[in-house]
């Protein structure tokens, strides 16, 4: 990301941006999320140029407040010691407690952790809720293991983590590969370390100890209430639309269960191997039982319904983006679509993407998307649901109290059609009409950056 591409007109911003490549030039992920951000807020930054120039406004952005990085010991069902490195990065506490999920996968580093975190920061202050931004994870894959071996990870995790967390300090939730199962764990762990019932600090947990309804469903119906918004807004009715969603993890599946409800046809989903296809539209039981209770894999689909058709994922285009359809929903992880994949999507004629996972769409990706009039519902807006739902979590936690499900599906969809009108509006104020990404940015950084400037140089 060099700084003489980027083509702004801010000074500041020009020379915050260098900066920011020269400190972190070994850290991809979060270089692009930053490039992305910034540069979509330039009309702010020059509205305001020399106030935030004074403050160092964004160099205190994008620094995290802490960085905790450690060691992760336990013992496999052989016997063998493993080691895994476990991380949690509390980015910005400027809204509230530190708020993100906990990522178990091979691919963790602190590149992606800061990436997720910096956006988590963002995604929060469109819900409107008193959260900071944060985020955590360990390169532990939790595929292929047992229960115990993950009971014995998530114990020897949480007893670092405990260190730093707490229901007014920090609080994680769950992500890829960190399930209601792992969050469990987690928690059975810091309870008896820290001898206290502290419900409000994890959430995802189960309904039998503090968990919330549609906590499970919130991120991918949340998707969907915003894509429904969004298409509404441009005079489309998402019924009758046929959709492709990659992945087929807890996003996936209740994004499908969603735009199935609101009368679109679902006809493709896939996972790391590969992708199914049925023209009848996904029978979304079948893929419950796959992968929720069997946890296996997306070709299964097969044996329940052998009229499908199963791609393996065996280029650097995944098979599932090749599939003709209006909506796509990339619901699997960052980077999935990049500007080739884009290109194919377009021919395909798609009119809207909806991004269920963090970054899962490059910069260029998304420039083309907008260039070529497909709408976008940006990552950090579109499935805020998941921790809008965490804090509603939080909420039941502190009153001690239980809301049923169509109390907190109601209260999760007006938050997303505000989420939804934020992004408009700012998009709007500053001219950018139909471009949801400007006006995400835009209306998230003017709340974090105005409880910034009101906090004073902390």
Not at 110 to 132: D, H, V, W
Not at 134 to 141: A, N, P, Y
Not at 324 to 348: F, R
Request: glycine content about 8%.
């Amino acid at each position: 990301m060099s700084s003489c591409d980027l083509q702004v007109k801010s000074k500041y911003l020009s020379e915050v941006l260098s900066k920011v490549e020269a400190k972190n030039a070994h850290e991809p992920e979060f270089l692009q999320a930053v490039k992305e951000v910034l540069t979509s807020i330039e009309p702010v930054i020059l509205k305001h140029e020399e106030e935030y120039r004074k403050s160092a406004l964004l160099e205190r952005l994008l620094e995290p407040e802490r960085i905790i990085s450690f060691r992760v010991p336990w013992i496999d069902d052989k016997g063998q010691i493993q080691v895994n490195r476990g991380f949690r990065v509390q980015f910005n506490g400027t809204l509230g407690p530190y708020k993100g999920g906990l990522r178990f996968h091979p691919s963790v580093n602190q590149s992606i952790m800061k990436f997720l975190a910096f956006e988590q920061i963002f995604k929060n202050s469109l819900t409107c809720l008193p959260i900071g931004g944060g985020k955590g994870g360990s390169d532990f894959d939790p595929k292929c293991k047992s229960d115990m071996e993950i009971m014995k990870f998530c114990q020897s995790f949480m007893n670092e983590l405990q260190k730093h967390i707490g229901q007014d300090v920090d609080v994680p939730a769950g992500d890829i590969g960190v399930g209601s199962r792992e969050i469990g764990y987690l928690f059975g762990q810091y309870r008896k370390i820290r001898n206290s019932y502290e419900a409000g600090v994890l959430t995802g947990k189960g309904l039998e100890y503090g968990g919330s309804l549609v906590r499970k469903e919130a991120t991918g119906y949340g998707l969907m209430y915003f894509m429904r918004e969004m298409l509404k807004a441009n005079n489309i009715d998402v019924k009758g639309k046929n959709v492709i969603i990659s992945g087929s993890g807890n996003v996936a599946i209740y994004a499908c269960e969603k735009a199935q409800e609101l009368g679109a046809n679902v006809i493709a989903m896939s996972d790391s191997s590969g992708c199914i296809y049925d023209s009848n539209g996904i029978k979304l039981d079948i893929i419950k039982d796959i992968k929720e209770v069997k946890r296996g894999r997306i070709k299964d689909y097969l044996n329940y319904v052998p009229t499908a058709l199963y791609k393996e994922n065996s280029s650097i285009i995944p098979p599932i983006y090749n599939i003709k359809a209006d909506i796509v929903l990339p619901c699997a992880t960052q980077n999935d679509i990049n500007l080739e994949t884009a290109k194919i999507l377009v021919q395909n004629g798609v009119i809207a993407v909806g991004e269920g996972a963090n970054m899962p769409c490059t910069n260029e990706a998304v420039e083309y998307f907008i260039e070529n009039k497909v709408l976008v519902a940006p990552g950090k807006a579109a499935n805020a649901g998941g921790v809008a739902t965490s804090a509603l979590e939080m909420c039941q936690n502190s009153m001690r109290y239980f809301w049923a499900f169509d109390e907190v599906d109601k209260k999760l969809e007006a938050i997303m059609v505000n989420i939804f009108n934020l992004c408009q509006n700012a998009a709007n104020e500053y001219n950018y009409p139909r471009n949801y990404v400007v006006g995400a940015n835009i209306a998230a950084f003017k709340k974090v950056s105005e409880g910034m400037l009101a906090q004073g140089i902390i």
